[in-house]
């Protein structure tokens, strides 16, 4: 059993080669065609002497120089023609039917030698692309300055700006706030004056007034669901800042609401036995499908329905998102609903996590602005003549691991204070990105310069082959 592994192409090589070297071998080792060459240059040898013998010598040197100067110039009359590769493949599959691996062509000293002349190259790549030189090594030490001492700072003046904190809901709107309610009312009314005289009345303006189905909590303790009181727009996907565009307007199409277990439960507006408003959540489990499909129904009914969906969605976020309870963070409540239930009702909201994001961005910003500034003047060094490939390897490497030092220090630094919020974020962020891109790129120069290394070598020995058809010498 071979020690490689081949793929289905190396396999019909392997067998072509196989074919090659048995027929190579044959030829070598055929006694009568040894027989044949003997005799024929035991003729040349013999004629030559005879014409010496004969007084031409001179004329036998001559010759002998012309056809020197002309090595390399005499084509053959009649080129052997080189069969189709499809061809070969058939021939060495009937040749060899059985699996050919390298240990069938070569000798074991063989393969070590083709393994050493490998680890050769990956010496030559190493070498050309190693940060040893002055140069390289200064760009190194400064780029790492850079980066470790702006992640050693960033806790600083992230704090300037109240990362990783709550919000003071003292500062925040009551819910049912009057300018609250104002301004929900005008923008209603606005957009219904945009589309009443042209369109006329319709469920639409239903949609646009009445009260989201899943701002509704009534029912809910009797279904035996927890909706966390005060909280209630943790639990609820209308409320996800995200999430509530998609399934927030289905329901308002629908009146429909869905919970983070993705539950979903028709809402009721009247009571079934005054016939008076009575919004509660009923016990009527409705598919996500059937609500989809309801709501498609319903848009299909009239073109204004979503649109008016979806504007009362985006009121109805925009009304929640300066209270006093906010909006939860985004997606959290499916993943991790203790986590999030936790960060809730510590006062850290939607707009708490849109902050803290401008700030791991700008982290993040202000790693790669330093990766490009470096990477920029590292490239004003290049020689010329150097390989511009195989200098920017070298780029890489000190832009990934001046950042690899930085998010250590962050991360040793966050760990000995027991404080997350000394964590360097965008630093990691910024580390992640090269680690991913600089490593895909760096394998793909050093696969690029082996094989490049290799058909060079190759390339060598046939010229070497084609001589022997090409040339007469």
């Avoid at 392997?14 to 024929?40: F, G, P, T, W, Y």
């Avoid at 009575?278 to 709501?295: D, H, P, Q």
Wanted: glycine share 6%; net charge negative.
């Amino acid at each position: 059993m071979s020690r490689f592994n081949y793929s289905e192409e190396e396999l019909k090589l392997n067998k072509v080669i196989k074919m090659n070297q048995s027929e190579s071998l044959k030829m070598k080792s055929d006694e009568e065609m040894k027989e044949i060459r003997k005799i024929a240059d035991d003729r040349i040898s013999s004629s030559i002497e005879l014409l010496r013998l004969l007084g031409k010598g001179e004329d036998v040197e001559n010759l002998s120089a012309q056809i020197q100067s002309r090595a390399g110039k005499r084509k053959f009359d009649n080129k052997p023609q080189v069969q189709s590769w499809d061809k070969l493949v058939a021939e060495a599959e009937e040749y060899c039917p059985d699996i050919v691996t390298l240990e069938d062509i070569l000798t074991e000293e063989e393969i070590r030698a083709s393994e050493d002349e490998l680890d050769e190259i990956y010496r030559q790549f190493s070498k050309k692309t190693g940060i040893i030189n002055k140069t390289d090594l200064s760009f190194l030490a400064v780029a790492t300055a850079l980066q470790v001492t702006k992640s050693l700072v960033f806790p600083y003046i992230a704090k300037k700006f109240e990362y990783g904190q709550g919000f003071d809901s003292s500062k925040r709107m009551a819910h049912n706030d009057n300018s609250i309610e104002k301004a929900h009312r005008e923008a209603n009314d606005k957009f219904r004056d945009e589309h009443l005289e042209k369109h006329g009345t319709g469920r639409w303006m239903n949609i646009l007034y009445q009260t989201v189905p899943y701002d509704i909590t009534k029912g809910s303790a009797d279904l035996g669901i927890n909706m966390g009181g005060k909280y209630h727009r943790m639990y609820t996907l209308g409320h996800d800042p995200m999430l509530g565009w998609l399934f927030g307007t289905a329901n308002i199409l629908t009146d429909c609401i869905t919970f983070n277990t993705f539950q979903t439960n028709r809402i009721s507006r009247i009571d079934p036995i005054t016939g008076g408003k009575k919004m509660v959540i009923t016990a009527e489990n409705v598919s996500l499908g059937k609500m989809f499909k309801e709501s498609i129904d319903f848009v299909k009914a009239d073109y204004l329905n979503l649109p008016a969906a979806i504007f009362a969605q985006a009121q109805h976020l925009k009304s929640d998102e300066y209270t006093k309870v906010g909006l939860p963070l985004p997606i959290l409540p499916i993943i991790n609903e203790k986590f999030a239930s936790r960060l809730y009702s510590e006062q850290y909201d939607y707009l708490c996590g849109k902050r803290d994001f401008k700030i791991v961005a700008s982290s993040a910003f202000v790693s790669m602005f330093i990766d490009t500034i470096i990477g920029l003047v590292h490239g004003m060094f290049r020689k010329e003549g150097e390989d511009r490939d195989l200098y920017e390897v070298r780029t890489r490497k000190i832009l990934l691991i001046s950042n690899a030092m930085a998010s250590t220090s962050t991360i040793i630094k966050s760990t000995f204070t027991n404080d997350i919020k000394n964590l360097d974020i965008g630093t990691l962020i910024n580390t992640l990105l090269r680690l991913f891109l600089d490593i895909r790129f760096m394998a793909k120069i050093k696969r690029e310069y082996i094989e490049r290394e290799i058909s060079t070598r190759e390339q060598k020995v046939l010229d070497e082959v084609d001589s022997l058809y090409e040339e007469w010498t």
